[in-house]
């Protein structure tokens, strides 16, 4: 009887331990089918929110930290329309701006960043923490301009990239203000709840800038910081003919990145999440990845800093059934009378991929 | 059991006394640590390093683009000025100097000022200084930098600084050329040294609105908005050994420190050697940074201060919230380094050009680091948190002193009558102490009155008007004025006797009313304030009216004394005679000591007329009747006694 019960007893452990192994090895090989479906982008458009938080001459390099960034998501293909651009002072029409209407990011002056296609939605005294607040959450004001709306919707994905002078969990807005990490988490957890993202890539180059991400509880979301709690930013370097720092010392090796990024570019988000080393950036460059689903390494670049049209040519008819097709059939025969006694109108469209920048 | 159940002896009489019995050592001990704090302001431990704090400010990160062709303009005009001076050897060359200001491209303007001598009527001094904006060229005239050079004439007796006109003009030409201007800036040349300022000043602040009736300023034709910042050059040479930077205002005000900070951050970064209250190289390499040399620098600019006279141009434009500074290059004397002889002047060219691009690039008035410091090498500062409580440590002991006589004045009160009595009696059975507030306050009043009467009678013109009609000398009449004051402050405490404790309720009131003037002159001006302190100070400790006999007694009567404004400005100005002509005779140095004294003190008054500083009316309106109360103190005895003796009669 004795033994028998021991053998029971260490048949039960042994039960008990190989479960356990069966149950690990069960969890550890999720279905194929769900994997490659959740590293497969899922969104259908995207969008872009570019923040100059501080204003103040000697503030020209966050300007050009900003500026910079716009035009590389221009380049890459994300129109004008769905970048909103936010710049809390005119670096250009400075007065001490010895080149007046151009802003450079670059001692050397190859590039003027503020060219001849810069849309700036919200400028100067517009950019401050309620209108940004407002904009990522989508409660903007009645008569909001449709330019100075983010109008995201489930399948977008959203940049935010903020620059300025920042401190433990906030970021100061104009001389007046500071938006809080807890503020930015909440705003971002609305537009979750509203299904205003698909993703969202989060970048900050300030100081401290690891304490902006630090709240954040919502899914799909990646955050890259230029620097980590307790650290400075730093800048690059000075331009010796204007007098200020040029650009933040993160964003140029960002840029340096980009610059080599084609639309068609297999490059990936883990690749940019190590474009700044700590000896080159100087300040440690910090990266949240827990709340972001897929592998980055795996991610293309373009998922954010470019954007798909996605274009499906169908052979077949496609029906598409409306709830009032009468009176879609009728309007569309009115406008097409109207048309016809306006026969000398002609349409012509704008070139919408500014292709002069590829050359 | 009877000490320590004894009634009469409330714990508060007992405490009182025991203190007050030690009053005379509490006062020394408070002395000599004010003393100690401040020589312990020297050591580096209790100063700080000087930092730049105004972000906006950035010095030195744009490379100075002004050249070697600016420099030989600054040395051709030097040459043509030169030439102009042969010409004009008492005025300055207005047509000249404007002609080239046109000539650059600058707004010019001339502007007069008239000076009416407040004391010998109808005597009136013209003068003329000519100005010219350079627009900022692309925002609004809402700000403006001044650049000042001063113009002396060839028979001025100061050193001659008449390169600071060409190398103004010179930079002028280079700012002309470049469009990065946020802010109007001004080139003034000023003549008739601080007066020539002083009018432009008025006139741009006030002008229109009022107009002195001594000094007629007028109006300005142009303005360039709201004044940032100045910077005031007096350059001696193009060849240029070493910058002293002066900073010390009207009335002991200072520029931010940040200015201070910004020329001195310029100056090194183009290799001038340079800094506050420089010396030539030689002199500088022995002992510098000791405590020593610290200590000294310190009270070297306290000693400028207390005066309250400026000791530049720039010293004028504190009064309106300006911060400014003069950069003193001073000419090399020795000729060590032949081939690099104008090197040095370009260098100062790129520090003002360094200057102009940091203020160009300021977006609110000076406003971050300090407005009250005290300078203890270049780059180390102590501020005004630190050096306070030095004063404060020389005030403290008087209104402990008035507090622990209150607390005796009572006590010995309550012992007599509980001695007569010879029954132990209750505090609410004792008839209140009668105090002869009336009288004392009286006194007080009769004595503010004279300093009163020192502060407008000079002033007034009639008085003025009835001297001169009279034939008496400006010296003359302002020494016959205050002689008579002084004389009648001297005797009043003979012909107004005070009653019983009249004098402990004086005394009580002096201490009080010393200590508060000065806290409030060492808030207003640090430096007075302080050096008032050290010399009245002794006073708390000497007067005492109980045990003062003998050989106490009188030094406490000569310490006062001696404490007289006169009897100190005479004294002051007979040491420094003796330095200047140690041949004299003894009596002839006295007359000559006279007459200085009467000339300080009509510059002191004509100061405090023409520029506003506050000086003279310090003196003759606070410190004034507060002698005249100290010397009723240490005259004290003879009334005390005559009380007795009345009373025992």
Redo the contacts between chains.
Sequence with gaps: MRISRQTLLLLSMLFCIYTQIAGQEQNNQLPEKYVESVQRSTHTNNWAVLVDASR???NYRHVANVLSIYRSVKRLGIPDSQIILMLADDMA??????R?GQVYNNAKQHINVYGDDVEVDYRGYEVTVENFVRLLTGRTQNGTARSKKLLTDAGSNVLIYLTGHGGDGFLKFQDSEEITSQELADAVEQMWEKKRYNELFFMVDTCQAASLYEKFTSPNVLAVASSLVGEDSLSHH?D??????MIDRYTYYALEFLERVQPNSKKSMGEFLQVCPKRVCISTVGVRKDLYRRDPNKVPITDFFGSIRPTQISTGRINITLEDEEDFINAAIAAEEEAAQRSTFKVEFPSQFPTELFK | MGLLSDPSLTPRGKFGRTLAKHSGKISLFFYIAGLAWFVCLSHPEFSHGTYLSENALSPGLVDPEIGQDSLRLAQSLYEELQRERTEHKSTTPHAWIAAKMHQIGLETHVHNFTLRYPFSAGKEYHGKNVYGILRAPRVSSTEGVVYAAPYRAVNSVHVDITASVPILLAFADFARKKNYWAKDLVFLVTEQEQLGMHAWLEAYHEGGIRDSPILRCGNLPARAGALQAALNLEVQDLDIDYIDVKIEGLNGQLPNLDMFNLVQRLTSRSSLSSGYKHSPRKKRRSHRGSLEDNLRHMLEMLKIQATGVPNGNHGLFHRYRIESLTLEAVKRTTNTNNNNRYGSGLSLLKTIEGISRSLNNLLERFHQSYFFYILVQNDRFVSIGDYMPCLIALASPMFIKAFLLWLTTTATTDETVSEDDSVPSHDEEKPPIQLPYISVVLFMVSALLLGFLCNTLPFSQHVRDYFTSMGVSTEMSVGLILGVQVLLGTLLPLFYTLPEHGLELLHIGVLIFMGVTLIVTGLLNFALGFILAVIISPLTILLNNEHSKGFRQNLTRLYTFLLNPIVIIYLLILWLTLFEFPELSFAELGMRALKASLDAITFGLMDSIIYGNWLYTAIAAIYFPLWILLWTLSLGRQNLITQLEKKTN
């Design positions: 103040f001459w000697f029409c400075n007065a001490r701006n010895p007046p000075v010796q003919s204007i007098g200020v720092y």
